[in-house]
Structure formats: C-alpha cells, structure tokens
C-alpha cells in the first residue's frame, strides 16, 4: 500500500478527488436528466471516498477505511430509494427532467 | 346569637338589593319597593334592638367574623364594631333611609325602572351600615367606596340624559381624589401601627412614643379623604351637580347620610386628629371658609334642589368647624338633627317638586300654601329648624356649634354666625318663593296642583316631628348625647355651665337667624321680589349666581390641560406611534415578497445557490484560518 502511495503521491489523490468532485458539482448543475444528476452525486459521494482511504492509507489509521464502508453501506440504501423515488416520478410525469419537477414548490 | 343578630343587620339590605336587581322586573312595582323598604326596616329594628341593649350595659359589641389578611406581623379582622357612635349612625341612616323608602314607593311609581332604583337604594345602605359597623379601616374603606358607586349609579339614575350622567361622572372623580387621600392616610397609619383596629390604634397611640409629624401627614390625608365625601372646600362642587338624581336619592345620600361619612370618620379617629392640632386648625379654616362660600352660593340659586344642596354643603361645613375645634359630640349633634331637617326640606321639595310635574325652578312656583298645606307645614318646621330658631332641634345644635367656636377663636364665631344668617335668609326666601304670593307657573299646572299622597306626607309628617323635638338628646342641662359619646372620645369635652355668656351667644344666635328671616321677608313678601330671568342677573350677583364661576376655574385649571394633553396624544402620538409600529410590520412584509421569488421550484437554481453557498462556506474557513 504504501508502495503505491510512494509512486503516486498523496497530492495526486487529492487532485484526482477534487476533479471528480467538480465533475459531480457541474453533472448536477447543468444536466437536466435526473439520473445523470443522481450519477454526478454519487461521484461527488465517491470523491469524498476516495479522499478518505487516501488519508487513511497516508496515515497509516484504518479508521477512514472503515468509514467509507459505512458510507459506501448507506449510498447502496440511499440509492436504492432515489431511485425508486425516479422510477416512482416517471410513473407520474412520464419524464424525468427535473424542471418538471416544480410541482413541488410551496 | 349576636353574631347572627349583626348579620342580620348587616345584610338584610343586600337580600333586598339581590332581590330587587334578579325578581325586581317580575313582579309589580310595589312589591318590588315594599321589599326594598322592609329589609331596611328589618335594619332598623336591629339597629334598635342593639342600641337598647348598649343604653342599657354600655358594653360595646366587637365581633371578628373572619380573618381577612394575615401578612407578615399585619393582621387584620374582617371585624364590626357595634359602639355608640356606630350605632348612633345605624339608628338614623336605617330609620330615615326606612322612611325615604317609603317616600319612593310614592314618589317613584311611574317610574318604569322602579326595581332598579330600590336595587340601588338598598344597595347604598347596605354599604353605608358597612361604612359605619367596620371594626378597622379597611371594612370602613369598603363602604366608603361603595357608598360613592351607590351615589354615582343613583345620580345617573335617569341616564338618557346625557347632563345627569356627566354629573355622576363628576361626583364619582370627585370623591375619587378624596379616596386617593383616605388611602394614603391609611397606609401611613398601617406603616406606622401595623394595625388599622380602631381599638388597637387607640391604644397604639395613647401608648404614646408616636412620630407626630408623620402622624400629621396621615392625619391631612384622611381629612382630604373627607373633604371629597363630604363635599367641603376644594372638592364641594360635586354635590350641587349630584341633585341631578331623583330627589329621594337628594335627600337620602346627598343630605342625610353619605355626606355625613367624612364626620362619622374624623370622629371616629378622634385620637389621631386631637395628638395633631395643626391638622385641627385646617379643618376648622376649611369648614367655617366652606359654610361662608357655600351659604353665599344659596342666597341667589333658583332651583329648590340646588339651594337645598348649597344648604348642604354650608352645614356640612359647620359640622367641619366643630370636629376641628374639637368638640365631635356637638358634630355629631348637628349631624342627627341635620339628617332630620334636611331629610324633610328634600322630602318636602320632592313633594312640591312632583305637585308641579318636575318643575324645579322656584320663578315658576308660588302660593302652593293653600294647595300643599302638609308639605307647606312640615317644611316650615324644618325651615325654622335649619334657620335655628327656638326652640327647634337645629337652633341646639346649631348654637353649640357657635358656642364653641367663640370660645376657641372670635373670627371662625363671626364666619359662622354670618353663614347661619345667609342660612336663614335663603331658606325664607326658599319657602316665600315656593309657598306665598301667587302661583306662577301655567295654568295647567296651577289647575292640577294637589297635595302629595299619604305615602309622600307620612315620613314628612314624622321628619318634621323630629325635627322639632330632636335637640331633646342635647339639651343644655341634660346632656344626654354627650355622656353616651364620652367612651368613644378621648378628650373629655368640658360642660358648659350655663352663666349669662350663654345666655347672650344664645340670645345673639336667635337675634342673627330673626334678621335673616326679616330680611328674606321684606324683600320677597313686601316687595315681592321674585328672582330675574338668567340673563338679567348682572355685577357681584352674577358672580354668586354662577357659584363664583369656580366650575369654571377648575375646567380651566385641570380640565382643559388634561384635554389638551389627551388631543395631544390622540392627534399626534398614537398616529405616530402607529405609523412606527406598521412600518415594521411592512417592512417585514416586503422582506417577504422578495424573498418569496428566491422560492419559485426551479431546482436547478436551488442547486446552484446550495454550491455557491457552500464554496462561500469553504473559502470563508480558509481565509479565517
């Protein structure tokens, strides 16, 4: 492990984490398509991942390892019900564009 | 047994009050006063039973019936009091309040709130014998009040007429700043005693080692307190307004027994008033300046009530002038025969006053001698007596008065024998104008002019009476009053052996009342003077007809600045102070429209503004740090 992280260097990581983030932030600013700006969540929620094993191996602390179990663990239960919530949407709308979703607007 | 016995007494009118407020409208009008008239009766024979039985052991009866406040080291007694004073008032304020409630069955008949009135009347006395029984203060205090919301209700008693409510008005702010002074004295006296018990005052004080200026102080407040009740100088001018109300509530509350509160009152405190003579002094300047400026007043009203209530006020103001002399038995003398002769000459003005249909004004009347011969007479009798002519109750009471006062100071004497002349002289011309010459009213009302029925003339017939034989309890010689006050006061009043000064203050008295007489006789049955129309009055004579236009300087002094102020705070404060508060609230409410356009569904622009907000969070930590 920390063979790799000697090769590539932590900074890289990081890099790497904040591309993917941004990718997710602008998927979720400009596409209209609601799966693709679940898709960028999820990236930006993988970034973060990413970052956390990173430090975790940086720091030689299986802590962040763990934690990105966790998470990892509930983004499987969060997934399964946005996209539910999707499915649920199509159903009624017959699209999934969110600005159709404003509906919702108080 | 005398528990229940003062119960009984106590709260026999408050029955009729209940009685008449709730049922009074179901049944007939004379049921309704005949149950309002016997409760009070009931009253009255207690009252008699209880004072047979004081003449008799001279024991007086204190009963607590409840504790009421227990604060600290203050405790006080829900407590009465049945001494000889208290039950001197009880006997005169029940009996002649029986007898004005029988007088009203008559005289309020076709009234169509018949009920409501006796409701009130029973009301009055109920808080009147409360006034009188309390064994401290505070019961006293609760009375006190009571019997002004009574005299407000009953002055306003005929309340489309928006002149007689402003007289309630008055009477009852009146009374409100004499309360205010009756309070304060209170609480001093609460300070510095811890009790507000007669009795325990009375030993508190006598124990000596007492703080006399601020006693003083309390003893001033209670004297402003019966200044407003008692109508004298400044606070007088309600009473006069307050003959707006029906003429049996004249005769009951506003001659004969609230008026009396503010005597029955310093008497009681004797104790305090005799350790305080500076105070004394005040009250004798302020009753013998009252008793001149009121009877002046009288000499030239022309509304019977009205000379009847500057009467009032001017007795009222003798009755002063003896308390702050010192000599309370010869006030309360005064007092007792004042209730009788006053209690009649109103009676009687109703009668003529309801003989005429509601006619007031004394231009308008005339001859009524031969048409009205019981109200003719009986009001000669109280006429006399008032005027202090022997050997007629008010020429005793009246002459004690003088008496004292030319022992202690020659110059309240003279103002006093000048008021008691005025007295005599406006209450001739009162009777030549009612009763002599011809009718000249219109000639419908002279073709329906007729004596009062019975229930009318039967309590003028027993007030006249008393009135005639009621300075028999004082008599000089036998002072039988004096003895039955001696354990209620504290200074012992010295007796008077008759030697020729007596004689001659007597003799003087009468003399001074006879000129009043002659007077009043020449000018309004030798030169039959009958009084001009209002606009003809001119000089000094308008000035006294106007009642020195005082009314008028104390709307101009205390009136109109609170007006003033109240339009300035109606026109410019509250629109400002409303203008501020609502240009807050649009404030907010314009906040609100605009942030309400951040709210329009368009996620997208939510999403955006979540990531500018977060970057903004994320460069904010990195520069703070």
Redesign the interface.
């Known amino acids: 492990m920390n063979n790799i992280l000697n090769q590539i260097g932590i900074e890289n990581y990081i890099f790497l984490s904040v591309l993917l983030f941004c990718i997710g932030?602008f998927g979720?600013?400009y596409r209209?398509n609601a799966i693709i700006v679940f898709m960028s969540i999820e990236i930006m929620l993988n970034a973060v991942n990413l970052l956390f094993v990173a430090f975790s191996t940086y720091h030689q602390d299986a802590e962040g390892q763990v934690f990105v179990f966790f998470s990892m663990a509930v983004a499987a239960a969060e997934v399964a019900v946005g996209l539910a919530i999707l499915v649920s949407v199509y159903r009624n709308l017959g699209s999934i564009d969110?600005?159709n979703?404003?509906?919702?607007?108080? | 047994m005398e528990t229940n016995l003062a119960l009984v007494l106590l709260l026999s009118p408050f029955v009729g009050f209940l009685f008449n407020i709730f049922f009074g409208k179901k049944v007939s009008r004379t049921v309704s006063g005949a149950i309002g008239t016997f409760t009070v009766v009931v009253s009255f024979l207690m009252s008699i039973c209880f004072f047979a039985q004081l003449n008799q052991n001279g024991k007086a009866i204190e009963l607590s019936l409840f504790d009421w406040i227990s604060v600290h080291n203050f405790k006080l007694d829900f407590g009465i009091l049945l001494d000889q004073l208290s039950l001197l008032w009880l006997l005169f304020v029940t009996g002649i309040g029986s007898l004005i409630h029988l007088y009203s069955i008559s005289y309020m008949h076709d009234d169509e709130h018949m009920h409501k009135f006796f409701a009130y009347l029973n009301l009055f006395v109920f808080f009147m014998i409360t006034l009188v029984v309390g064994s401290n203060l505070l019961v006293m205090f609760i009375g006190w009040e009571g019997v002004g919301l009574c005299s407000y209700l009953l002055i306003g008693f005929w309340y489309k007429n928006q002149d007689y409510n402003d007289a309630a008005k008055k009477a009852f702010i009146m009374n409100r700043i004499g309360d205010l002074g009756f309070l304060i004295g209170m609480f001093i006296l609460a300070t510095m005693f811890s009790t507000l018990n007669y009795s325990e005052l009375k030993h508190a004080v006598a124990a000596g080692d007492v703080n006399t200026a601020l006693l003083g102080v309390a003893a001033l407040c209670l004297f402003i307190g019966a200044t407003g009740k008692s109508a004298q100088l400044p606070l007088y001018t309600w009473l006069p307004d307050a003959m707006a109300g029906p003429t049996p509530v004249s005769a009951l509350i506003h001659a004969a027994t609230m008026v009396t509160a503010g005597i029955f009152m310093i008497t009681r405190m004797n104790f305090v008033f005799d350790l305080t003579p500076e105070i004394q002094n005040i009250i004798a300047i302020v009753g013998a300046a009252t008793a001149l400026v009121a009877a002046s007043i009288g000499l030239l009203q022309n509304d019977i009530k009205k000379v009847l209530a500057y009467s009032t006020v001017s007795q009222l103001g003798l009755m002063f002038l003896a308390l702050g002399l010192g000599a309370y038995n010869v006030a309360v003398f005064h007092v007792i025969t004042h209730a009788f002769f006053k209690a009649c000459l109103f009676l009687g003005s109703g009668s003529v006053i309801h003989g005429l249909h509601g006619e007031q004004d004394m231009r308008k009347m005339g001859g009524l001698r031969k048409a009205m011969p019981i109200t003719y007479i009986t009001m000669l009798i109280s006429t006399l007596a008032i005027s202090g002519i022997f050997p007629f109750a008010g020429f005793w009471s009246k002459d004690e008065i003088l008496m004292v006062a030319f022992e202690h100071n020659k110059v309240l004497w003279v103002v006093a024998s000048i008021a008691s002349i005025m007295t005599a002289f406006y209450m001739f011309r009162l009777m030549y104008l009612t009763f002599f010459k011809d009718f000249r009213g219109t000639e419908e009302q002279k073709h329906h002019l007729h004596e009062s029925p019975s229930l009318i003339t039967i309590p003028l017939i027993i007030l006249a009476l008393l009135a005639l034989v009621g300075g028999a309890i004082n008599l000089p010689g036998s002072t039988w009053l004096n003895h039955f006050l001696e354990p209620i006061l504290v200074a012992k009043h010295e007796e008077h052996a008759l030697g020729s000064n007596e004689y001659m203050l007597m003799g003087i008295a009468l003399a001074g009342a006879l000129v009043g007489i002659a007077m009043a006789y020449a000018k309004y049955i030798k030169q039959s003077f009958v009084p001009k129309e209002d606009a003809a009055i001119t000089g000094f004579n308008k000035t006294i007809y106007n009642k020195y236009y005082v009314d008028e300087f104390y709307t101009f002094l205390i009136v109109t600045p609170i007006n003033g102020l109240a339009n300035f705070f109606r026109t410019t404060l509250e629109p400002a102070l409303g203008k501020a508060v609502f240009s807050l609230g649009s404030a907010a409410n314009g906040l609100g429209t605009q942030g309400k356009k951040l709210q329009n569904g368009n996620i997208g622009l939510y999403l955006f503004v979540f990531v500018i907000g977060v970057c903004a969070i994320i460069t904010y930590l990195f520069i703070a740090q």
């Open positions: 932030v979720v600013l209209r969110i600005d979703l404003k509906n919702l607007k108080g």
